[in-house]
């Protein structure tokens, strides 16, 4: 960045804790970059990030589906989070539960987005190619579904918190995967992570970290899960802290590093039963 003078950058989520782990350098301040954008950023390391290297990093939202995407580009901007943006002209966005009812502010939803209601796919994709059922449910009710699972605050704010097949479902409690990341990936043990569902006879979904410690010399023990356990515990609802936990030697990504989970385990295995996994359910009791 620095050799080419660039003003705007674009980022992912995964690069923003690989710089912060890198030495001190008198490089992060010689650029002139005005601002990043970008999507992913742990709320965690959002303003670590900004104030060690000196820009800052808008937030956005938005799908290959559509050309209008939502950013958190107004000051005061809601940094730390997951803030993405607010509807507006040419973009309608909504909260809305699984029967297509709207949602109270402050409760989980699934995002859904039009331009307006007089063109609602104006700006968006034509169709999925070959596949008119798949477009039909995709823009039931006049409102394309996004799959996303989000936040409307009183300020008409919109707050990410997972794809909805990231979402964990426990007694009733919906827990986004990607919070409890965030903060086990501020742990100083842990170098990744990655969070899912396991089924449970009682509470019909548990949590389960699938961590990947920093130092994997004979530290991958009950008293780690603990620590991390009670980490958890202690900055998240209780309910929220992993029901389960397993140390893992890597955790497969894409090309730009977006973890795949599905290749964790063997299709059909129960990880429940594979060795060293360590069950935590009796730890998780209300404060």
């Given at each position: 960045?620095?050799?080419?003078?660039?003003?705007?950058?674009?980022?992912?989520?995964?690069?923003?804790?690989?710089?912060?782990?890198?030495?001190?350098?008198?490089?992060?301040?010689?650029?002139?970059?005005?601002?990043?954008?970008?999507?992913?950023?742990?709320?965690?390391?959002?303003?670590?990030?900004?104030?060690?290297?000196?820009?800052?990093?808008?937030?956005?939202?938005?799908?290959?589906?559509?050309?209008?995407?939502?950013?958190?580009?107004?000051?005061?901007?809601?940094?730390?989070?997951?803030?993405?943006?607010?509807?507006?002209?040419?973009?309608?966005?909504?909260?809305?539960?699984?029967?297509?009812?709207v949602?109270?502010?402050?409760?989980?939803?699934?995002?859904?987005?039009?331009?307006?209601?007089?063109?609602?796919?104006?700006h968006?994709?034509?169709?999925?190619?070959?596949?008119?059922?798949?477009?039909?449910?995709?823009?039931?009710?006049?409102?394309?579904?996004?799959?996303?699972?989000?936040?409307?605050?009183?300020?008409g704010?919109?707050?990410?918190?997972?794809?909805?097949?990231?979402?964990?479902?426990?007694?009733?409690?919906?827990?986004?995967a990607?919070?409890?990341?965030?903060?086990?990936?501020?742990?100083?043990?842990?170098?990744?992570?990655?969070?899912?569902?396991l089924?449970?006879?009682?509470?019909?979904?548990?949590?389960l970290?699938?961590?990947?410690?920093?130092?994997?010399?004979?530290?991958?023990?009950?008293?780690t899960?603990?620590?991390l356990f009670?980490?958890?515990?202690?900055?998240?609802?209780?309910?929220?802290?992993?029901?389960?936990?397993?140390f893992?030697?890597?955790?497969?990504?894409?090309?730009t590093?977006?973890?795949?989970?599905?290749?964790?385990?063997?299709?059909?295995?129960?990880?429940?039963t594979?060795?060293?996994?360590?069950?935590?359910?009796?730890y998780?009791?209300?404060?």
């Amino acid at each position: 960045m620095v050799e080419s003078r660039a003003t705007i950058v674009h980022y992912l989520g995964v690069v923003v804790p690989m710089l912060l782990n890198q030495p001190a350098s008198p490089l992060e301040r010689a650029h002139c970059v005005r601002f990043g954008y970008g999507a992913g950023v742990e709320p965690q390391l959002h303003a670590v990030f900004e104030e060690r290297y000196g820009f800052p990093l808008l937030e956005l939202w938005g799908m290959t589906e559509m050309v209008r995407p939502l950013c958190d580009n107004h000051a005061p901007r809601q940094v730390g989070t997951r803030a993405f943006g607010r509807a507006r002209p040419g973009l309608d966005a909504c909260v809305m539960d699984e029967n297509g009812h709207v949602v109270p502010d402050n409760m989980p939803g699934e995002l859904v987005i039009r331009h307006s209601e007089a063109t609602p796919r104006r700006h968006f994709f034509n169709s999925y190619l070959d596949n008119p059922e798949a477009t039909a449910e995709a823009w039931r009710g006049g409102w394309f579904h996004t799959g996303d699972i989000v936040v409307r605050g009183p300020d008409g704010m919109l707050h990410f918190m997972d794809r909805r097949k990231n979402i964990i479902r426990r007694s009733g409690e919906n827990i986004a995967a990607a919070e409890v990341e965030a903060l086990l990936l501020t742990h100083p043990l842990v170098a990744n992570v990655a969070v899912m569902a396991l089924p449970d006879d009682v509470r019909e979904e548990e949590v389960l970290a699938c961590v990947v410690l920093k130092d994997r010399n004979g530290t991958e023990t009950a008293q780690t899960a603990t620590t991390l356990f009670d980490f958890c515990h202690a900055n998240l609802a209780y309910y929220k802290a992993p029901g389960w936990l397993w140390f893992a030697s890597e955790i497969p990504t894409t090309g730009t590093q977006k973890i795949q989970k599905h290749r964790i385990f063997p299709e059909g295995q129960d990880p429940r039963t594979l060795p060293g996994m360590f069950d935590l359910r009796p730890y998780k009791k209300r404060g």
